[in-house]
């Protein structure tokens, strides 16, 4: 069985070729590295061990088209940078659509009372009324982008569409959603004061 070089900063270690030891190697020599490094981007210790799992993920998907045109440690680290982006895009538009949902006044803390639970039922209820009124294009959009927080690039691949296209549907759905819960509440509103 032919035997594999693995470079660390300062030795060289020699490894049977099958790919789970090189992988069990790489993750034994930069875990710790990666870790570290997915923490100070991320600022979440659960969300950088979450990431410094998919940076092993993908370089073992992705070892048999390593060239060794850099070291092991720098494609590593260019593998963990993007699963730490990729994570931050989602904490983004999470974040986004929680703001957004918070000024429609349908995001409320947990409700503490029966009157306060069903009026946040209600809410619930509108609102995926409201996400089942739009077309089907966009309501798929939605629930990949919201519900399994699919990013961008997935949602075209899944939808067979470009980036551009799920964007342009996000950003339609969005203002939609923001329309029709807006007023509802304005009627809300209105009832009430009547």
Known sequence: MPKIDIMTDHSSIQVDSPIETEIECLM???????????????????????????????????????????SPRTWLTRIAVNA?????????????????????????????????????SESDRRLWQAVDRLDEKHRLAVILRYVHELSVPEIAAALDTSQ???????????????????????????????
């Open 28 to 70: 034994r020599i930069h875990y710790p590295y990666i870790q570290r490094l997915a923490i100070s981007i991320l600022d979440d210790e659960s969300e950088a061990d979450d990431a410094a799992q998919e940076t092993f993920i993908a370089a073992c998907r992705s070892l048999e088209h390593f060239r060794g045109e850099a």
């Open 84 to 120: 730490c982006r990729g994570r931050l895009r989602k904490r983004k538009v999470k974040q986004a659509l929680q703001s957004s949902l918070q000024s429609l006044h349908l995001l409320r803390p947990a409700p503490v009372s029966p009157e306060e639970n069903a009026l946040q």
């Open 164 to 194: 551009g296209t799920v964007h342009s549907r996000l950003h339609y759905a969005r203002k939609k959603l923001q329309a029709e819960l807006g007023s509802l509440a304005t009627q809300e509103e209105a009832s009430d004061e009547g």
